[in-house]
């Protein structure tokens, strides 16, 4: 039987660093959590848990990413947060994401201090209510891919080239969904995982202005659904 670590308590604003104090404190402020999940909002459906795991890097924050492996079979060869369905063994959602992130890179959690979570998000393509759990990533650890089978490769990347007017763009889906992008080291970050970084970027005061009239095409590799053989099937918030 596998033993689940204890859940340390949750840091309050004031015992983090300066850095990342204004996100502590926007996690514990309901009306603007609910303001990032109000486009999407859960359905009470199957759980899910992402882990958005932010450190000190040399550049500043730094956010933790994965590029799905090709074979998958909803959002193949994607980059996406670390995170996955929950397990009947899981505690709770912070473990979900927690046991995730250690499968698909390698991450020591013993260096990784939970700050809070968004509100459930919908994706209607998986049929699965995502929550997104914010971290802090206090003792950086070496990641790599663990598993070809989930995660092909793991990127670590800074709040300021996220942040970057110049790599914001509205990404547009041939089937309607239209969503903040990221455009960072030839990666096309979009979907889900854009919508809650942006978010997040929001809460912890590192948004900055940029020109939502700039589109993005989705690359066609991205537009497949492995279950059906077809593209993503029709809602506008599949994504």
């Known amino acids: 039987m596998t033993t689940v670590p204890p859940k340390p308590p949750t840091p309050t604003p004031e015992e983090l660093p300066d850095w990342l104090a204004p996100l502590g404190g926007a996690l514990l402020d309901g009306d603007r959590l609910q303001r990032v999940s109000a ?38 060869g994607q980059i996406a947060l670390p995170g996955g369905s929950a397990d009947p063994g899981d505690a709770d959602l912070v473990q979900t994401a927690l046991r995730e992130a250690v499968e698909e890179t390698g991450v020591d959690r013993s260096g990784i201090v939970v700050l809070g979570s968004l509100p459930s998000v919908h994706v209607a393509v998986s049929g699965f209510d995502v929550t997104a759990v914010v971290a802090w990533w206090r003792s950086p650890t070496p990641v790599s891919a663990v598993d070809p089978r989930e995660a092909a490769s793991v990127h670590v990347i800074s709040v300021a080239e996220l942040a970057d007017p110049e790599r914001r763009v509205q ?13 960072v080291r030839g990666l096309l970050i979009w979907g889900l995982t854009a919508h809650l970084v942006d978010g997040v970027l929001e809460l912890a005061g590192w948004q900055r202005p940029w020109d939502r009239s700039r589109m993005a095409t989705i690359p066609e590799r991205f537009l497949t659904d492995r279950r059906t053989g077809d593209r993503d099937l029709g809602e506008p918030n599949a994504h």
């Open 39 to 76: 486009l999407r909002p859960g359905l009470g459906a199957r759980k899910a848990a992402v882990l958005v795991l932010i450190g000190d890097g040399p550049d500043g924050p730094e956010i933790l990413f994965i590029e799905r492996a090709a074979t998958m079979r909803t959002h193949a």
């Open 171 to 183: 990404v547009q889906h041939p089937l309607g969904y239209t969503g903040p992008g990221f455009q």
